[in-house]
């Protein structure tokens, strides 16, 4: 598992310089069903990030959307099935959208409408979607994001920012000879060609998510966790630093990930730094 895992961040990583740390904490996430965010200025690669990212898994059905201001909920849930409402029924066609993808990209995500991101509330956290009258169970395995900011205080978008239990900044390239190299390479490939032997199918992916619930958490790391969240609430009146059960709950499975695909049964020390990278924005 961690010699397979650590060849395919290298495939992912080919010609993405100051980046195979982020494609291996969000290829972590992806495997745990951790929603991402990468936060950065344009150009920085956080696109193409994420199609590598899906490049490692056996997709079925694949949904990537430039939101803006403009968006409407037809160009991310589908379109209303003009046949129903003849039948006085109000459903959308869902083929080829959100609701019907098993790996979703939703680049700029807070450029869109709050009523088109509260939507994805429970489809992205409870994996179901209101169609009409009918409750439908989504698909969805893998859901990354990203923007050159964050949400607008004031917009009801805190419980939706909430479920990105991954949030990477991605920064412009820093080292020179790195920035050289970009400089004279050719534009990198948007995917990957992984060999089938690498790629994570989804029935081993279903499998590596219930074994990750049997990872234990040791009492020295549950005692990091204690004193983590008893700072928190120290200082909230100078720092108003919120974390919610949910968010608790997630980022302990993301841990438990990480020492599953390394081949231990417990989460260790290391672990935690996982948590610093969670919330660098």
Do not use: C
């Not at 993405?16 to 951790?34: D, F, P, Q, T």
């Not at 990105?164 to 060609?193: C, D, G, T, Y």
């Not at 992984?194 to 549950?222: C, G």
């Not at 983590?228 to 059960?245: G, I, P, Q, W």
């Amino acid at each position: 598992m961690k010699s397979r895992i650590h060849i395919l961040i290298q495939k992912i990583s080919e010609n993405m310089y100051e980046r195979e740390h982020i494609i291996a904490l969000s290829l972590l996430a992806a495997v745990a069903g951790s929603n991402t965010f990468l936060y950065g200025a344009p150009g920085t690669a956080k696109s193409l990030i994420s199609r590598r990212i899906a490049s490692a898994f056996e997709i079925e059905d694949y949904f990537e959307y430039l939101m803006n201001r403009f968006s409407t909920p037809e160009e991310v849930f589908g379109p209303v099935s003009i046949k129903a409402l003849k039948e006085d029924r109000y459903t959308r066609k869902i083929e080829s959208y959100l609701p019907n993808a098993d790996f979703a990209f939703l680049d700029e995500i807070w450029k869109a409408s709050p009523a088109i991101l509260n939507t994805l509330l429970t489809l992205v956290n409870e994996k179901t979607f209101k169609n009409g009258d009918m409750i439908q169970h989504v698909p969805l395995k893998v859901l990354m994001s990203a923007s050159n900011e964050i949400p607008e205080p004031n917009q009801g978008l805190d419980a939706l920012y909430d479920r990105f239990i991954l949030r990477l900044v991605v920064p412009p390239i820093q080292q020179a000879q790195n920035f050289h190299a970009l400089l004279q390479a050719k534009p990198s490939a948007a995917k990957i060609e992984a060999a089938d032997d690498l790629r994570i199918k989804k029935q081993e992916l279903q499998q590596w998510r219930e074994q990750i619930h049997q990872v234990q958490l040791p009492a020295e790391v549950l005692k990091i966790f204690d004193a983590v969240k008893h700072s928190l609430s120290d200082s909230f009146e100078e720092h108003a630093v919120y974390v919610s059960d949910r968010r608790w709950q997630r980022a302990a499975y993301l841990l438990k990930a990480s020492a599953f695909i390394n081949d231990r049964a417990e989460v260790n020390l290391l672990d935690l730094f996982i948590l610093k990278r969670s919330e660098e924005h």
